[in-house]
């Protein structure tokens, strides 16, 4: 079992609507989630971090964290076809320290 | 604003040859990474440092090795390039405080022909 699971997609969805990206996590003791945003070519961009569970919201997008269930998500709302990009779950894992651990991304296609 | 910079974005080399990619930061970041990221296989860990002069092996050290004489700059070598380390390379740092979010450079499209 891979230690950061994502769909790959690619997960398409119209413009406007609500874009929703999942990532399960096998480490129970994880501490820490983030989510980075990965244009085509370009290096991953920090968009949201969460380390408690329930929402939170930053502009149009929303981080759920589930631990019992080891699952965390990111919503985005209004999607624009600028949103248009991989998606990278990060985790930290026990024992790890510095370390982030990543999962392989979910492509999102926000089409007109 | 963190920034990371890495010496080239893309970089053409022959197997066999010595190869070094530099990254630097300019908010005076204790933590700096070395990443790989292949298409299929995400993002993996070669080689970390914690300090001036400190490294830790990733997940895939071999065929790599680092040097960190100053805190701002975090050099990855590669001691003899082989066709199977190209690669889009990606360095990020961050600092001691936070949730440990990493920022990323640029990175570097490395070709070895």
């Known amino acids: 079992q891979k230690e950061v699971e994502q769909n790959s997609g690619p997960l398409s969805v119209p413009e406007g609507a609500i874009a929703s990206l999942n990532c399960t996590y096998s480490?129970?003791?994880?501490?820490?989630f983030f989510w980075y945003r990965q244009y085509s070519g370009k290096s991953p961009e920090l968009i949201m971090f969460?380390?408690?569970?329930g929402d939170k919201e930053d502009g149009r997008f929303t981080a759920q964290l589930n631990k019992a269930s080891q699952y965390v998500s990111l919503l985005i709302r209004d999607s624009q076809p600028s949103d248009s990009a991989t998606y990278l779950c990060a985790v930290t894992l026990t024992g790890g320290g510095n370390k982030l651990t990543f999962g392989t991304g979910t492509q999102l296609k926000v089409e007109l | 604003d963190v920034k990371v910079t890495q010496s080239s974005r893309y970089l053409v080399k022959r197997t066999g040859e010595k190869v070094f990619l530099e990254c630097v930061q300019d908010?005076?970041?204790?933590?700096m990474f070395w990443y790989r990221q292949d298409p299929g296989l995400g993002l993996r860990l070669i080689y970390f440092?914690?300090?001036?002069?400190?490294?830790e092996k990733g997940d895939i050290p071999e065929g790599y090795s680092v040097s960190r004489e100053k805190k701002e700059r975090f050099s990855l070598i590669l001691e003899s390039a082989s066709t199977n380390q190209t690669s889009m390379y990606l360095c990020?740092?961050?600092?001691?405080?936070?949730?440990?979010?990493?920022?990323f450079g640029p990175g570097t499209r490395l070709t070895v022909t």
């Open positions: 990020a740092s961050r600092g001691d405080r936070g949730l440990y979010e990493q920022y």
């Open positions: 440092s914690y300090d001036v002069k400190m490294k």
């Open positions: 969460i380390y408690s569970n």
């Open positions: 908010m005076d970041h204790e933590n």
């Open positions: 480490d129970r003791g994880s501490q820490s």
